[in-house]
């Protein structure tokens, strides 16, 4: 009995000691599972986190629930998880904190916020198949050349990549060129392009018959002792250039002893002037300057100037009268000043004045056709003068440079022959009612400008400022943020201050200078973005530049960020220093000592979608 009981005891210790062992098994295995799934709850909030990232760049913290746990994701610019610094101001760390019951695992990964390529100082995708050849301490950081790098070029200051051939280390396996998701820079664009443009301009329409405008006898234009200088300018647009009967008068003054004038025949473009008297300068038959042939075409808007260059004395001179089609010179040839000529002066119809190569004037010659901007000088205009004008509007006295010898401005907005300059107001008559069509599409004219101001983009719809034309910027501030957005060309200039978290967004050619900042500090930088050609001259970039036209040039321009190049040409001259790193999908020319390229860092661009993804850096993953 007493060995019965006894073996009893010994089982029964046995059975307890089994079941606790069996007991603490069974919590040890939950253990380790839950510990697996909030492990797993981990990486699923961070690849959460990334996704979020790359949509829209915000870094507020996420959270959430999942299988039976909680998530919380959040995001560091500065510091890692033992609050030591980051090394590049575009590395962020993102971390995912998971909790299952009483188990809670924390995991975190490096970021950038840019595409590895940027990893480099310099990045050549060297498309055209070129040798490196830039030799000198330009560039410092590991750079990577998707080609040969001759010897002697390549950083400086430390290691130089190739894909394969001679003059670096070989990197066989390297990051792809990036491409930018431009869909929002296209969509913004489209945007600007419906909006309505600063100008919608307005021509006359003559029938080629009978209507025409009548301009009375003036001092300023045609009387009067004597006229040493005149610069004649319009833009025309004719229905049929190729009338052999018939001269179809653009303009004209004076009559046939003295007078200028403007007219088509038989396909070609005329502009001339004459002073026959002999006590006078004798400039006997006169000048007549044509154009080639097909330089204009029937249904095209052309400009058409003349100027006369004449001294006081009144000699007949060679090369003082002029012709330009389209702000290009086609011609020049003798003439003298102009004694008084009068005779009603006239738009679209011919009264009594000459013409070339014979003297037919036996009948009225009508215009067929759109007339517009039509500028009387006693001024002599200069080729540049007349290139940097005829696209543009002129605000009367408000005309810029020296409007001094304006004498009539014709602009047609009225549907009248109104005088704009307002000095004079030598109104036109309008004769048998041409009517008011729609002028030539002139790109200036729809430029909008902004000259010592301030701008506040948030008070403007979407913090947008949109453009359908050209924008031109000069000694202004642009607060942010907000997108400046112009389908045309762009010019910032004249110390202007473009704020942080702005993107400049250029359908056209984008020039920067003058002492002109974009962008405050890495940490409120901007953003260019170019479609077309795109210069910084002296001038200070906070931020991203992304070019997509012909050539990108940098000239004494300072650049603290990033450069993503899709030009052929591109170069750095004069003092242009860019610390950061510059992905190009070709080389770079980098003129003179003085250019340099610095592995530095980049904005992160918090908040903001800039079309480029993130990548993890490799080896950033850490459990703790």
Not at 197 to 208: E, P, R, V
């Amino acid at each position: 009995m007493a060995s019965t009981m006894g073996i009893f005891i010994i089982l029964s210790l046995f059975a307890f000691y089994l079941a606790r062992f069996s007991a603490t098994e069974i919590r040890s295995g939950s253990y380790y599972i839950q510990d697996i799934r909030a492990r797993n709850l981990a990486l699923s909030g961070a690849e959460y986190g990334m996704q979020v990232y790359k949509e829209s760049k915000s870094t507020a913290d996420l959270s959430g629930s999942l299988n039976k746990g909680n998530y919380i994701v959040s995001f560091d610019s500065y510091n890692d998880e033992a609050d030591s610094t980051l090394p590049y101001s575009h590395y962020f760390m993102i971390k995912s904190s998971a909790s299952i019951d009483d188990v809670k695992r924390n995991i975190r990964y490096i970021l950038s916020s840019f595409p590895e390529a940027f990893c480099f100082s310099f990045y050549g995708n060297n498309v055209l198949s070129e040798t490196f050849n830039e030799t000198g301490s330009y560039i410092s950081g590991d750079m990577f050349f998707n080609g040969n790098v001759s010897v002697g070029s390549g950083t400086s200051n430390g290691i130089t990549y190739i894909s394969g051939g001679s003059g670096g280390t070989i990197l066989s396996t390297y990051p792809e060129f990036p491409q930018i998701d431009n869909a929002l820079y296209d969509d913004l664009l489209a945007s600007a392009s419906l909006v309505s443009g600063s100008y919608t301009n307005y021509a006359l329409s003559f029938n080629g018959s009978n209507q025409y405008i009548e301009i009375q006898n003036n001092s300023l234009i045609n009387t009067g002792s004597s006229h040493t200088a005149k610069t004649i300018e319009a833009w025309f647009k004719v229905d049929s250039v190729d009338f052999a009967d018939h001269k179809q008068t653009i303009y004209e003054q004076g009559g046939n002893a003295r007078g200028l004038n403007i007219y088509i025949y038989d396909g070609l473009l005329y502009a001339g002037g004459w002073n026959e008297p002999d006590g006078e300068s004798d400039w006997d038959p006169g000048t007549w300057l044509v154009t080639d042939a097909d330089a204009i075409t029937s249904g095209n808007w052309y400009h058409v100037a003349l100027t006369l260059d004449a001294t006081a004395s009144g000699n007949t001179t060679n090369g003082i009268l002029k012709g330009y089609l389209d702000g290009v010179e086609f011609g020049s040839g003798s003439g003298s000043k102009l004694w008084s000529h009068p005779g009603d002066v006239s738009i679209a119809r011919h009264k009594d004045t000459k013409f070339s190569p014979n003297n037919d004037n036996s009948q009225v010659k009508f215009f067929s056709g759109s007339i517009d901007e039509v500028r009387l000088w006693n001024t002599v205009r200069s080729q540049s003068q007349i290139n940097d004008n005829k696209d543009k509007t002129l605000a009367g006295d408000d005309l810029d440079g020296d409007i001094s010898g304006l004498t009539v401005y014709y602009d047609f907005q009225d549907g009248n022959a109104t005088d704009r300059e307002t000095v004079t107001s030598n109104n036109g008559t309008l004769k048998k009612e041409p009517s008011s069509v729609s002028g030539p599409e002139l790109y200036k004219m729809n430029t909008n400008s902004y000259t010592n101001t301030e701008v506040y983009l948030d008070t403007l719809d979407d913090n947008s400022l949109l453009v359908n034309g050209n924008l031109d910027i000069s000694g202004s501030i642009f607060h942010g943020s907000g997108y400046i957005v112009a389908t045309g060309d762009m010019s910032i200039s004249n110390s202007s201050l473009i704020k942080g978290n702005i993107f400049i967004i250029c359908g056209g050619s984008l020039t920067i200078s003058e002492n002109s900042e974009i962008g405050e500090s890495i940490n409120a930088p901007a953003l260019i973005y170019s479609k077309g050609n795109a210069s910084l001259t002296n001038s200070t970039v906070y931020g991203l530049i992304v070019s997509k036209g012909d050539n990108l040039v940098l000239n004494g321009t300072s650049v603290n960020g990033a450069i993503l190049n899709y030009s052929a040409l591109f170069s750095l001259t004069g003092n242009s220093d860019i610390v950061g790193s510059v992905v190009s999908n070709y080389s770079v020319d980098l003129q003179g000592e003085l250019a340099s390229i610095t592995r530095g860092n980049i904005p992160e661009f918090s908040g903001l979608v800039i079309g480029l993804d993130p990548f993890v850096v490799p080896g950033s993953y850490l459990e703790y």
